[in-house]
């Protein structure tokens, strides 16, 4: 849930078995949303200041 997962979210297919190994790489590799979005937005803000002014229009 820290990383903005619902509780009820699935790591593992139905049929999948769970260990922990597994499971913490899953989870530790993970970029919450979140954290996406605003690195998403602070690239795209960047890309636009750093065009030329006739590229902007």
């Known amino acids: 849930m820290l990383q903005g997962f619902p509780k009820n979210y699935s790591f593992l297919p139905d049929e999948g078995t769970a260990s ?3 499971l913490g790489r899953l989870i530790g590799n993970a970029v919450p949303v979140k954290l ?4 998403g937005e602070l ?5 636009a200041q750093m065009r030329p002014e006739t590229a902007r229009h």
Do not use: A, N, R, T
């Not at 996406?36 to 690195?39: A, M």
């Not at 690239?43 to 890309?47: A, K, T």
């Open 20 to 22: 922990f190994d597994k």
């Open 36 to 39: 996406g979005e605003v690195i």
């Open 43 to 47: 690239f795209s803000h960047h890309v």
